[in-house]
């Protein structure tokens, strides 16, 4: 009777289980599609790797399948970001490779997703035949609030609860780091910006990732260029490397990419070849506020890549109290 009792509670539990697991709700993506989803997908397909892939990893969400980059030299798949924060290989994981931006639909469509999740920019005109495979909602990549993508992911895949809870310590972080690095961060500007070696351009990166997220969230004001030149939600573009006068800020940042091969050196080597005399050019540089970051680390819109952002900024903040 006992064993007939704990099979008849196992399968009821079962059933209740696979019931929440068929749940739907609507939804409305970034492109104004209104979407019925499952309340928790279990196989979730991502076609932008570092926009939506690195916020499922942050997660722990089930993904099935990935878009990819392609590492030089060793010309093998490669998961940008996710490698990177969270030490995962492409080959050391049973994900379907999407290609680049998510275009091969034979493998999405071979990967047999509940749910699909790619961008406004690359998805937006397949969206019909991605939602013939699955249900699919679309994000922005870029966003004046880098947060509104990934609180909406995390409800798309059942884990908002996650999310909240992460955000509401990401507050206090900033609070708190705002507090503490007051005369250094009060009513000070910055500017993102990389070298185009090569090519006698400098890009702006004005929302670019969790990196410009935490600036504008620490109360780092954008400088006169960027005011003069871009609206507060534009992304930022190529300007003349002749500009570099103009780029000026209280504080600089710039990154080099793993997916490159390059170091924190290939920064320096870079401006070095579209603007000599940079170096003259920026007080930032003069008064020890250039940083250089990993941008794959710094882009990632995870809380781990915070941390990341808000260390490396600490820590020049630190060296520079004590001269």
Known sequence: MK???????????????NTIAQETMQVTDHAGNKVDILKKPQRIASLHVMSATSILLDLQAPVVGTSTYIKMPDNRPYIRGGEEVFGIKFADTNYFNYGHKGSDLEQIKASKPDLIIGTVKYQKKVF????????????KRYSANIFDAYRDVSHWVGEGDIFEARYAQYQQKIADFKVKYKDELADKTFIYAV???????IKIRQNSGIITQVLFDLGLERSAFLKETFHR????????SEMIKSLDAD?????????SGQTPASIDEGFDDVAPGWKNALSAYQNNQFIRLNREKAYS???????????????RLLKNREK
């Open 128 to 139: 019909d035949k991605l939602s013939a495979i699955a249900p699919t909602v679309l994000i």
């Open 301 to 315: 819109p995870t809380f781990v890549s915070v941390d990341y952002v808000l260390d490396a900024l600490e820590q």
């Open 3 to 17: 064993i007939a009792k704990i099979l008849v509670g196992c399968s009821l539990l079962t059933l209740a289980c």
């Open 233 to 240: 939600e534009d992304a930022g573009d190529e300007v003349s």
């Open 195 to 201: 070298p185009r070696k090569g090519k006698a351009e």
């Open 251 to 259: 504080w600089f940042f710039s990154t080099y990419t793993t997916e």
